[in-house]
């Protein structure tokens, strides 16, 4: 969808073939293309992003309704989890295509990303190219794994290792760029930090032998289905298959509860 509101009428037509570039290149323009709008016309459709939000005036307590807040409300509607991480709620704004140097794309709801607010600070730091678009990404087929996870088991501690398999791909460049992404939602370990909580939440506690576990994994799985079975959760959960495989399971357990106790310890 499209808001005009601020554009000159001279320019529609250039903004009009601006997006339909946008959508036919999956989320991408060239900086030439962007040229096609003229600097002052960019810089209006920059400021007119300011009025996605409402603010707060402290001292009179009014709330101030920004003119175009609806189009973030419409695009956040629905949006639980963050698109890029699967990890946070907090949802933020994201420009796909960053408003610093593309200001002509700032309203365009197609670069418009609800993502985390971590997410939003490592996409900042980094090309946008680093990442998948969300609305643009298609996976190979619906059915088809390319995210698997690999366990190690240290001797007080647990390292998980998410990969492609870029057999599912025909275009490597696929393959780098979600590479690169998981990179970009694991700064700060914050990716590692979500699965080993997410580890301790199905497992810790629960389950007190390998067969046990093994029996619970399908109903665990079952559980996650939602989240498409190309989620990290899902692949971690694939990767316990691969443990009991290497016959750890019961070393697996004892380090997920030692990683427990020592972070209970921690915050006490
Ligand atoms: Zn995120």
Redesign the pocket.
């Known amino acids: 969808m499209v808001d005009n509101g601020d554009v000159p009428n001279g320019d529609k037509a250039a903004l009009l073939t601006l997006y339909d570039s946008y959508e036919n290149q999956a989320g991408h323009i060239s900086e030439q293309e962007h040229n096609s709008i003229p600097k002052p016309t960019a810089a209006k459709i920059h400021d007119a992003y300011a009025k996605t939000t409402n603010k707060m005036d402290n001292t009179k307590k009014v709330l101030t309704y920004g003119k175009y807040y609806y189009i973030r409300e419409e695009l956040m509607n629905g949006v639980r989890l963050?698109p890029?991480?699967?990890?946070?709620q907090d949802l933020t704004l994201d420009h796909y295509m960053p408003q610093s140097k593309y200001p002509a794309l700032s309203m365009f709801r197609q670069n418009l990303v609800p993502?985390?607010s971590?997410?939003n600070r490592s996409k900042n730091a980094q090309p946008y190219t680093d990442f998948i678009h969300p609305y643009y990404f298609i996976p190979p087929t619906l059915k088809k794994i390319f995210l698997n996870a690999t366990i190690k088991i240290h001797k007080n501690s647990l390292c998980v290792f998410l990969d492609i398999d870029e057999t599912a791909f025909t275009d490597y460049t696929v393959v780098e760029r979600l590479r690169s992404h998981l990179k970009g939602?694991n700064s700060e370990f914050r990716l590692q930090n979500a699965i080993i909580s997410f580890l301790q939440e199905c497992f810790v506690g629960k389950y007190n032998n390998e067969k046990e576990i093994i029996n619970a994994l399908p109903s665990i799985m079952d559980t996650y289905q939602l989240y498409g079975i190309n989620h990290w959760r899902l692949a971690v959960l694939r990767g316990i298959y691969d443990v009991y495989r290497r016959g750890e399971i019961d070393k697996f357990i004892q380090v997920l509860q030692y990683i427990t106790e020592e972070s209970r310890d921690q915050a006490i």
């Open positions: 963050c890029l991480c699967g990890i946070a993502v985390c971590a997410c939602i």
